[in-house]
């Protein structure tokens, strides 16, 4: 399938690389509100550059990936749409709920297909993760635990204004991955309590180009509270950008027969933890599964997995096969109305409700992944 980029920001790096690990499709064009920056992906990866509107009407494009900051996602998916093509985006799908559930309105009404990432579920260890818990190695999930906590992204990002407005935040940007990781483990959501803070109401910008500008913080920089999900596993959260350092682990799920702790959902492979009752922790290795085979350094020259792009070519091979892809627009409708009703019951000081569920994504085998990839 042909496909073109809207966004070349920081992480479109990774997508245009992706086409070199799947098999189903190729970047032929790209562009950005900046034109300049759309012609220097253009060049560097041999593609053409061309303005959002000419990407949108152009014949040769079925599918758009959607790059652009988070306030931009939901008109980037209405317009590509609009012009006939399905899309695949960052996350989070868009803002809000309604947002949302506009992007998905259209898309039945023009049968087109969006998905959304995350799509590091999909990943080695989220995967062997849901395999040891459909083979009942710790029994039903009752209880758990998820931890992001960190100083923020000011930092290392060279543009971190966004996240720190409506739209990113700890549970929006990083959240995402967390709670789709355990949709994807333990099925949807059903209600959440949380409360909300904001330690400093500026940040001071530390990367370069800009460091020393400031940062208006728009959006709770922490958000702590507890999901029940669907099965009636309680699970608590602390998402925060005000901490410099913890000993928490990512992710612990405790189950009637034993407990598990699976690695930081951002990434593709990890060790999995798993202890029967009272006994030692057994390691699960994944690096050997083909999206848990390191195949990239990280800034640490660390050698990590890293197989963003998943999503999107398992939406490709969907497209093709006329099935529901893993990274489906009921997921991340869902994952978007729980990350809106974490900062929204934070605010009201009421549990919220959610309206929207949806389906745990078909497990992705071995099998099904050789048939996408090149190598
Ligand atoms: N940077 C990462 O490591 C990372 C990782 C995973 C996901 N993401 C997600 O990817 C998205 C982009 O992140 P980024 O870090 O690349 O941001 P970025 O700011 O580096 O790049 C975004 C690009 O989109 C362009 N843009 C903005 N609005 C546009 C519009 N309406 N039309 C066309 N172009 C537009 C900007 O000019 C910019 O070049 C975000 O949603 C983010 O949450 C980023």
């Known amino acids: 399938m042909h496909v073109g980029i809207i966004g070349c920001g920081n992480i479109s790096e ?17 562009a950005d509100l900046d034109i300049d920056i759309a012609k220097k992906s253009a060049e560097k990866f041999n593609v053409k550059a061309q303005s959002v509107e000419d990407l ?15 306030s931009a996602h939901k008109e980037v998916i209405i317009n590509s749409l609009k012009a006939g093509k399905h899309c695949f985006s960052e996350k989070p799908l868009a803002m809000n709920f309604d947002e949302g559930k506009e992007i ?30 459909e083979n009942d190695e710790i029994g039903e999930v009752v209880l758990g635990t998820f931890n992001i906590m960190s100083h923020g992204m000011e930092d290392w990002h060279p543009n971190p ?10 549970v929006f940007d990083l959240g995402v991955y967390y709670l789709t990781q355990l949709i994807n483990l333990i099925g ?8 909300s803070g904001t330690a400093t109401p500026e940040r001071i910008i530390t990367s370069q180009p800009r460091s020393g500008e400031k940062i208006k913080v728009e959006t709770p920089t922490t958000l702590m509270g507890t999901l029940e999900f669907y099965n009636n596993a309680k699970i608590q959260f602390f998402c925060s950008w005000d901490v410099w350092k913890h000993k928490h682990s990512e992710i612990e799920l405790y189950g009637l027969g034993g407990s598990m702790i699976i690695p930081d959902p951002n990434f593709f492979s990890g060790n999995i933890l ?16 083909l999206l848990g085979n390191p195949n990239t350094l990280d ?34 409708l869902h994952v978007l109305e729980v990350m809106e009703g974490i900062l929204i019951g934070a605010e009201n000081k ?26």
């Open 14 to 30: 990774t997508y245009f690389n992706c086409q070199n690990i799947y098999n189903n499709f190729t970047v032929i064009s790209c």
């Open 56 to 70: 949108l009407s152009n014949s040769d494009i079925d599918l758009i990936i959607n790059l652009t900051v988070p």
């Open 104 to 133: 998905y309105e259209l898309s039945k009404q023009k049968n087109l297909y969006i998905g959304c990432a995350p799509d590091t579920f999909l990943g080695a260890a989220g995967q062997k993760a849901r395999q040891l818990l």
């Open 161 to 170: 204004d966004f996240f720190f407005k409506p739209g990113a935040g700890p």
């Open 188 to 195: 949807p959501i059903k209600s959440i309590s949380s409360i």
């Open 274 to 289: 798993v202890s029967k009752k009272e006994k030692d922790w057994q390691v699960v290795n994944n690096d050997k599964m």
């Open 299 to 332: 800034n640490n020259n660390t050698e990590v997995a890293n197989y963003r792009g998943i999503g999107l070519s398992d939406m490709i091979d969907s497209i093709q096969n006329s099935r529901t892809p893993r990274c489906n627009i009921d997921l991340s």
């Open 350 to 375: 009421k549990i919220y409700n959610l309206k929207s569920t949806c389906n745990q994504p078909k497990i992705l085998l071995e099998e099904d992944i050789k048939k996408i990839l090149f190598i």
